[in-house]
């Protein structure tokens, strides 16, 4: 698909069409999934861990609203920041 590089091969590619709200545990380093490919490792991407769908439709949103590469790399960066808070702290 013109629109995303990725390492998988899906069995059908759909034309965004909705926004859906997903949740997570966190965000982590992936060899698979290339949300910001090279940004924080080489040779490494951004996932989700452990995700699911809230059940919530973002009819309020276009599908080229939705969070941007850069958004999921700076949560990854906050995330980052929490944690190394919460161990200087304990």
């Given amino acids: 698909h013109a629109r995303v590089d990725s390492k998988l091969v899906p069995d059908v590619w759909l034309v965004p069409a909705v926004v859906l709200e997903v949740a997570g545990s966190e965000i982590t380093l ?12 080489k040779d490494a991407g951004l996932a989700i ?3 699911r769908f809230t059940g919530k439709y973002r009819d309020d949103k276009e599908p080229e609203q939705s969070t941007t590469t850069e958004e999921i790399l700076e949560m990854y960066h906050k995330q980052l ?10």
């Fill in 30 to 41: 992936s060899p698979i999934h290339t949300a910001a490919w090279d940004k924080v490792r």
């Fill in 49 to 51: 861990r452990f995700p």
């Fill in 81 to 90: 920041k929490k944690v190394k808070e919460q161990s200087s702290t304990a």
